[in-house]
């Protein structure tokens, strides 16, 4: 019978992508390579960095982030486009997948950006990747269409009732 190899891991406080020369922390959030070069690039969170004690090859524990079309029920007409779920799934990856910090918001402090990047995102939901299931599982709705706030659309506010609805929401009613 084989014996079976066990690689000592050692816990390392940061990593250094190589092209960038960009040090990331856990805690921090990133982009991560697709197989696919066709695909958008991962989101994920750094939850810690290991590395083998010997040949010092750097792996990287992350918390994937879910897009709204990679979760059970699909995109919704109120997900904004760089909107992303926090899951429960759990991975280790090669560190060298690692492409560039990103940053993902809060939903409340997202809506209150002057200028939106290619490397920010905003979160409000977690996913259970097992269930399907959501945290919270509703939030407030902010336009007569009865549906969440998307932060793509614009918002009017009627003066007469001071109510907010979507300029969609406005032309349907004209």
């Not at 429960?88 to 950006?113: G, M, N, P, R, W």
């Amino acid at each position: 019978m084989a014996k079976t190899r066990h690689v000592s891991k050692r816990s390392i406080d940061s990593f250094t992508i190589k092209s960038t020369n960009i040090t990331i922390l856990p805690g921090d959030c990133v982009l991560m390579r697709p197989s696919e070069p066709s695909q958008p690039s991962y989101v994920a969170r750094v939850e810690k960095f290991s590395s083998a004690v010997r040949g010092g090859h750097v792996t990287a524990h992350v918390r994937w982030f879910y897009r709204p079309e990679e979760s059970v029920g699909g995109r919704r007409q109120f997900h904004g486009e760089k909107e992303l779920f926090l899951s429960d799934h759990f991975d280790v990856q090669s560190a060298d997948s690692i492409e560039s910090k990103c940053t993902v918001h809060s939903f409340k402090s997202y809506t209150k950006l002057d200028v939106i990047g290619n490397e920010d995102f905003f979160c409000r939901f977690e996913y259970n990747s097992a269930t399907g299931a959501f945290t919270p599982d509703r939030v407030a709705v902010y336009c007569k269409c009865e549906m969440p706030y998307n932060p793509d659309d614009l918002m009017v506010q009627c003066e007469g009732c001071s109510d907010w609805s979507t300029t969609n929401a406005v032309e349907d009613d004209v």
